[in-house]
Each structure stands twice: as structure tokens, then as C-alpha cells.
């Protein structure tokens, strides 16, 4: 399954986040940052599945967390970063 990474610059966005997502009825998991993505060493990263990415920029954009980075996370493990 193909999974989204959002990155976002703390733990406390990243929990304001997922609480976003959540209330919009959009299933988020919470999780440090992959090496492989994680440039500034503490971000922290809300994952939603591919399906869901669309509204949950939307809910995103209507509360006003903007994302850091969105990377897509495959199932081979591999990381890409997707331009907005």
C-alpha cells in the first residue's frame, strides 16, 4: 500500500495535524521523521494513505497547517518528495 508522508516541523504541529485530519473523518498516524526525509534532524511526520491525500491538504489548507514537505512513501520502503 502507498502511504503519504506529511512533515511537519514539530511534534506539536504534527499532533495539531493528525487532530485535523482526524476530525475531518481522515485516519492519520503520528511518527518521527525518516532519516531518509528528515533534513533539520527533529520533525516529526503525520502518514495518511494515498487515497486520502487530496482532502487532506484541503482540511490542511482551511485550518491553516501548512505542510513542510509531502514525501510518498512506497511499498518497497523508498521515499520521493512530491511538489505541491
Not at 487530496?54 to 485550518?63: D, K, P, T
Request: overall charge positive.
Amino acid at each position: 500500500m502507498v502511504y503519504y508522508l506529511i512533515i511537519c516541523r514539530s511534534l506539536t504541529y504534527a499532533q495539531r495535524t493528525a487532530a485535523a485530519l482526524e476530525r475531518a473523518g481522515i485516519t492519520a498516524h503520528i511518527l518521527r521523521s525518516p532519516k531518509v526525509v528528515d533534513q533539520e534532524g527533529c520533525s516529526h511526520a503525520v502518514k495518511v494513505s494515498e487515497r486520502n491525500l487530496a482532502n487532506a491538504l484541503m482540511v490542511l489548507g482551511r485550518v491553516g497547517l501548512t505542510p513542510k514537505r509531502v514525501y510518498i512513501m512506497a511499498s518497497d520502503g523508498s521515499y520521493k518528495e512530491v511538489l505541491l
